[in-house]
């Protein structure tokens, strides 16, 4: 399974690439992304949040596909997120991967934490984990800062495991283990493209990082505002989450020489509604 390298320049040609298929069919992958993000809504709710993000690789895996078959004209339905527990042989992989990917992560957050949140008052714990925003005020910033940087490292990390293993796995029918080492090595021999694309994503993401700021800030306030701007964040997060994963998915295609059909151009736009 050989992959191709690439100069930083090509990480251009990718980013210009996802807008077109995102172009192709967008109210529709914005459809399924916007049922992408709330399942994710659910990662902070106990155990529940611990299936949730077990589940993480084969829900990137169905999302992933829907980009694919918009890159090859089609018209993906709202099932196709749930396409990878359709196949119950890359269903075990992923979810291994997704429980390797899930504890390497809790130790991240374990270690850079290194006990602060059970120094905290177990009832202000709960009133988070219901949403009060005033028991948030009264957590000590060093503790909220730890917790950003450490969940920020831990997101990091996942994301560097899984970017190129899902696809290897799901379009490849790679084993775990070298998915996990062939997505790396090649991450490694294609690191200025693909930091390109790090920089290109994270200067369109700097507008909705304000908006989430604002909307924060909003909702600690109270006022009309919040509604207005949590309408925002919930167009450009989906948004921004598809712009992620295509750009994936066409380094991808491109790195690991995943052909697509050749007559790729997406049909009109008529009946997207109908996802």
């Given amino acids: 399974m050989k992959f191709s390298t690439f100069p930083g320049a090509r990480g251009l040609a990718w980013f210009g690439s996802a807008w077109t298929i995102l172009k192709a069919q967008a109210i529709r992958l914005l459809l399924i992304?916007?049922?992408?993000?709330?399942?994710?809504?659910?990662?902070?709710?106990?155990i529940l949040g611990l299936v949730v993000l077990l589940c993480m690789p084969v829900l990137s895996a169905g999302l992933l596909h829907s980009l694919h078959m918009a890159a090859l004209g089609?018209?993906?339905?709202?099932?196709?997120?749930?396409?990878?527990?359709?196949?119950?042989?890359?269903?075990?992989?992923?979810?291994?991967?997704?429980?390797?990917?899930?504890?390497?992560?809790?130790?991240?957050?374990?270690?850079?934490?290194?006990?602060?949140v059970m120094s905290l008052d177990p009832e202000l714990l709960s009133r988070?984990?219901?949403g009060d925003m005033d028991a948030i005020q009264a957590i000590d910033p060093h503790v909220i800062r730890n917790a950003m940087i450490s969940m920020l490292i831990g997101a990091a990390i996942s994301g560097t495991l899984t970017y190129f293993a899902v696809p290897l796995i799901w379009f490849k029918d790679a084993p775990v283990g070298q998915a996990l080492l062939l997505g790396l090595t090649a991450m490694a021999k294609n690191w200025r493209p693909l930091l390109l694309i790090a920089l290109l994503?994270?200067?369109?993401?700097?507008p909705i990082g304000l908006l989430f700021g604002i909307f924060f800030l909003a909702a600690v306030k109270g006022g009309a505002a919040a509604s207005a701007v949590a309408f925002l964040i919930l167009l450009f997060g989906p948004l921004f989450q598809l712009l992620v994963?295509?750009?994936?998915?066409?380094?991808?295609?491109?790195?690991?020489?995943?052909?697509?059909?050749?007559?790729?151009?997406?049909?009109?736009?008529?009946?997207?509604?109908?996802?």
């Avoid at 992304?33 to 106990?46: H, P, R, T």
């Fill in 245 to 275: 994963y295509s750009t994936q998915y066409v380094a991808f295609r491109d790195i690991f020489r995943f052909e697509v059909a050749a007559d790729n151009r997406p049909d009109n736009n008529d009946g997207q509604l109908v996802a």
């Fill in 128 to 130: 988070i984990e219901q």
């Fill in 201 to 206: 994503l994270a200067a369109v993401a700097i």
């Fill in 74 to 116: 089609q018209k993906p339905m709202l099932a196709m997120l749930f396409v990878g527990f359709s196949n119950g042989k890359s269903l075990s992989k992923l979810l291994l991967l997704g429980a390797i990917v899930m504890v390497i992560g809790l130790m991240v957050v374990t270690i850079a934490m290194s006990g602060q």
């Fill in 33 to 46: 992304s916007l049922f992408f993000q709330f399942f994710l809504s659910f990662a902070q709710a106990g």
